[in-house]
């Protein structure tokens, strides 16, 4: 559970992720960029205690969460593999240096 006010890239959220779990977080920064909302993790609003509260796996199946979890490695494998992201930012430069 992440409950920061204020999130660049939440790489703890990455690497939660990417070990196949899945995340109950604030909604801030770049964190909605990572989790997917029902998806591989759930999202509250800043400062929502009840929300958050309401997100606890305690109520959850275990298959939900093993599912959830399975989804949230593979979008992470996907999203940040070492390749994509060298390339990413090969193109970032490379539109830099063409203005």
Request: proline share 2%; net charge positive; charged share 25%.
């Amino acid at each position: 559970m992440s409950t920061s006010l204020s999130e660049g890239t939440p790489v703890a959220l990455i690497e939660a992720l990417a070990a196949a779990r899945p995340v109950v977080a604030t909604d801030v920064g770049g964190v909605s960029e990572v989790v997917a909302h029902g998806r591989n993790g759930f999202l509250a609003a800043s400062g929502d205690a009840v929300g958050l509260r309401g997100r606890r796996w305690t109520s959850s199946g275990t298959g939900a969460r093993r599912s959830m979890g399975a989804v949230g490695r593979e979008d992470v494998a996907e999203r940040y593999q070492a390749s994509r992201i060298a390339g990413r930012t090969a193109d970032l430069y490379e539109r830099l240096l063409a203005r």
